[in-house]
Antibody, heavy 119, light 107 residues
């Protein structure tokens, strides 16, 4: 069974750093793209970027490039999304999701990680 | 960027109704469109990909159609479990974009 399990909710202060994770199981983690999607409170879905764990090829939505870093460790089947200086506007639910192939739909999703940034 | 526009934003319907949700792309995306269902507090769930292919284990009352710039998701007979928000997503362009969602409410 394909599963993506994300790390737990986080509460942070503005300016702090954060790294959240997404662990895949039940499939060959290295061979499928993993994407990150933001959902701000009460809003729609925004694609942030994707990574191919096999070679760490990473593509970003220009709206998020420079604001976050996407990485992966294929040895432990885990992808990451990190911030070096959080802002209140980063408060959102973040989902990871798998793509079977590049430029395809997202077929499996993690349960989401809620990030709250507040002073 | 390819803009995706869904209509209506909210739809009120009753159990047993046939409903159709629409998604329009700002330029042609071929058949590279997916539909997702999201319930409150839950992750999105893939329903349909390549505009009309039903994802495994998704009930057959869901169907998708369209190509180019206009797409529809139809639920043939609404069930209580179907009241949720539905999002379309294009993946023709490598800058994937989602529609703003249609919230399906109980009338």
């Amino acid at each position: 069974e394909v599963q993506l399990v994300q790390s737990g909710a986080e509460v942070k202060k503005p300016g702090e750093s954060l790294k959240i994770s997404c662990q895949g199981s039940g499939y060959s983690f290295s061979n499928h793209w993993i994407g990150w999607v933001r959902q701000m409170p009460g809003k729609g879905l925004e694609w942030m970027g994707i990574i191919y764990p096999g070679d760490s090829d990473t593509r970003y939505n220009p709206s998020f490039e420079g604001q976050v870093t996407i990485s992966a460790d294929k040895s432990i089947g885990t992808a990451y999304l990190q911030w070096s200086g959080l802002r209140a506007s980063d408060t959102a639910m973040y989902y990871c999701a798998r793509q079977l192939d590049f430029d395809r739909h997202f077929d499996y999703w993690g349960q989401g990680t809620l990030v709250t940034v507040s002073s | 960027d390819i803009q995706m526009t869904q209509s209506p934003s909210t739809l009120s319907a009753s159990v047993g109704d046939r409903v159709t949700l629409t998604c329009r792309a700002s330029q042609s995306i071929g058949i590279w469109l997916a539909w997702y269902q999201q319930k409150p507090g839950k992750a999105p769930k893939l329903l349909i990909y390549k505009a009309s292919t039903l994802q495994s284990e998704v009930p057959s009352r869901f169907s998708g159609s369209g190509s180019g710039t206009e797409f529809t998701l139809t639920i043939s007979s609404l069930q209580p479990d179907d009241f949720a928000t539905y999002f379309c997503q294009q993946y023709k362009s490598s800058l994937y974009t989602f529609g703003q969602g249609t919230k399906l409410e109980i009338k």
